[in-house]
């Protein structure tokens, strides 16, 4: 069986410029989702981030891609609009999405909702949060128990301005007292979008062995699939039509 051809990108700013951050995530949040998943055969991982040219997202890199997995928070807006339309008919053409966390503001996730907010409550006082798996069914939960608990979190509450999603695998629970739809599945297209709520930069989430089998699982789930090649328009009939 081929691999699965994934791209981890990275805005790339907090980890430069914050010690704190740069303490947990050296080489950057995305080389150590990299270095976590690079033990898994199944996958074939790159990475790209925000100022490398054309955000390393080129036409070349994008087609080499089967899933794309996307950590922003600072400079969304430093995203060119061409790069996010590119991504864009990408996914709707199949590859898979999985947008991180903070990802929820982003240009991309934002037009593929089809909302323009993705607003929602925010405390980064550092607490508890419990991922409760509403759907043990579901591949995304595959190997999992019934929660996760990650004994450090940025806090994000309903409401939650998305689309309902398409599946809702994960609702998390917080220790101030909010919840939050933490695992969206999303069709558009012939593409498969997750989102997926853990990864304050300031916490070593991406460190932590649940979320990293999560992110595995999202990864399995949200590759396409060879479909026949979709013809539209007006064609001739298969048959002779008698009219
Ligand atoms: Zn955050």
Redesign the pocket.
Known sequence: MSKIKVTIWNEFRHERHNEKVKGIYPEGIHMAIAGHLAGNESFEIKTAVLDEPEHGLTEETLNNTDVLIWWG?LAHGEVQDEIVERVRARVLDGMGLIVL??GHASKIFQKLMGTNTGILKWR?DGEKERIWVIEPGHPIANGLGEYIEIPKE?MYGERFEIPAPDELVFISWFEGGEVFRSGCCYKRGKGNIFYFRPG??EFPVYHQPEILHVISNAILWAAPVQGAKSSYGRVAPLEAVHS
């Open positions: 928070h966390h903070s980064d940025e304050h930069e």
